[in-house]
């Protein structure tokens, strides 16, 4: 008989989902938007959630019905496209930026205000912190008992005593609209949201999560998507409050700083102004628990993923990624934009479609007719994309503007929606001549 989980292990799951995600980025993108927003703020925010909290969410219940891993997810593309395809997803998303970048992020925000900035205190500081990161990953099965019942709530208070104090003693009255956000809040929300990555990250973080549920007993795929697909809720919900809740803090701290600050450094100007030295004391451990637990959920995901496909133990894959992604922070966080930047808007296109053609094609009988043509043509507007981003071609000036919302970098949705729609209906009319001739 098939062991089920008590309501708050479900809950602790919910809490480490909850963990994995909410990375420095998270923190810190939200009072920039809040702040440029204004007055603006709740349709903005509410644009911004649909993106970063509902695709993600989506992600994880479209790898949840398929068995929790992406390997699962992009069978229908054929082998070695699905495989090429993860590969890319959990290198961008592990040891050659998203990884990396958690330290030297959490480093800048939370060590730097209290030290000398030099690369000996970088590389300390790395040497430590990837030190308790290797250690959290070593066991996947713990990761429940780890981070959702003990480094989880740390971080909770944390950002509960952050938010509450932004939601009911805010710097000051919330700033007038800047000019982008006068008209269509809800689509620049919608689109800076998409630009958070955090469906890649859910597509990596999806195994981590099934794999935690089976160590703790449950066997029967059934309740792995339940518990999963409960994890996911618990997550967004929190989520959610936190964004709303840094949302407000950054539309209420014009009087504190500059029009184009930062997320960092609203959150810095605002706590010291609030809590003083206590404040920013209490940033630092949000932020390094934050990052700490997005990388070890990284790290996890790829040990999970790389020991299954290369003749390695779980463990090699972890110290080995671990240690380069300890090197690869050291080269500091300029230098990880530049590289990655066009890798990761190369393929967020790709994340995004594949997830919505899997929960698609759940009722097709060939769903790999749709998914093949559909996501060719993805591929091919991600690689343009990618190569504007990294200069290769013009960013304007070429035929690709003409196409709808190409200035948001979604020149590629009208070409894929038009790419859908005719393969559903090639595939409409294939089985349509089957059936006939059957007759």
Do not use: H
Not at 42 to 69: E, K, M, S
Not at 134 to 147: E, N, S, T, Y
Not at 240 to 259: D, E, I, K, R, W
């Amino acid at each position: 008989m098939t062991k089920t989980l008590r309501p708050l292990d479900v809950l602790a799951l919910g809490f480490m989902t909850f963990a994995l995600f909410l990375g420095a980025g998270n923190v810190i993108f939200p009072p920039s938007a809040g702040l440029a927003a204004g007055e603006q703020m709740l349709p903005t925010a509410i644009g911004f959630l649909l993106t970063a909290v509902g695709l993600p969410l989506l992600t994880l219940i479209a790898l949840a019905r398929v068995g929790g891993g992406l390997a699962e997810l992009t069978s229908p593309l054929g082998y070695w496209p699905g495989l090429l395809l993860s590969v890319a997803v959990y290198l961008a998303i592990g040891p050659l930026f998203a990884t990396p970048r958690t330290a030297v992020v959490s480093y800048e925000l939370g060590v730097v205000p209290f030290v000398q900035d030099s690369w000996q205190a970088l590389l300390g500081y790395s040497t430590l912190y990837f030190a308790a990161v290797i250690f959290l990953a070593l066991k996947p099965g713990q990761l429940v008992d780890r981070v959702g019942k003990y480094i989880t709530p740390i971080l909770l208070i944390g950002l509960v005593l952050l938010g509450a104090a932004a939601t009911f003693f805010p710097a000051g009255e919330m700033a007038s609209v800047a000019p982008d956000y006068k008209e269509g809040a809800l689509v620049k929300g919608f689109l800076q949201g998409y630009l958070t990555m955090d469906t890649l990250g859910a597509l990596v973080y999806g195994i981590v999560i099934t794999t935690a549920i089976r160590d703790r007993g449950v066997g029967t795929e059934r309740l792995i998507t339940r518990y999963t697909v409960m994890a996911a809720l618990v997550a967004a919900m929190g989520l959610s409050l936190v964004y709303f809740a840094l949302f407000y803090l950054g539309s209420t701290s014009s009087a504190l700083v500059g029009a184009d600050a930062n997320g960092g450094e609203i959150l810095s100007a605002y706590v010291q102004f609030r809590f003083g030295t206590a404040g920013s004391l209490l940033l630092a451990v949000v932020i390094i628990l934050a990052c700490m637990t997005t990388a070890v959920g990284l790290l996890t995901a790829c040990g999970e993923f790389f020991s299954k496909l290369l003749p390695f133990s779980y463990a090699q894959v972890v110290w080995a990624f671990g240690v380069f992604s300890m090197l690869v922070a050291n080269q500091g966080l300029d230098s990880l934009i530049k590289v990655s930047i066009p890798v990761l808007v190369g393929l967020y296109p790709l994340a995004i479609v594949l997830v919505c053609l899997s929960l698609l094609g759940q009722r097709l009988a060939r769903p790999q007719n749709i998914m093949r043509p559909v996501m060719l043509v993805t591929l091919v507007f991600g690689v343009i994309d990618g190569l504007k981003a990294a200069g290769f071609i013009p960013a304007e000036g070429t035929w690709l503007d003409i196409l709808p919302l190409a200035g948001q970098s979604l020149g590629w949705l009208i070409p894929v929606l038009v790419t859908l729609l005719l393969a559903i209906l090639i595939e409409y009319l294939r089985l349509g001549r089957l059936v006939t001739q059957a007759d």
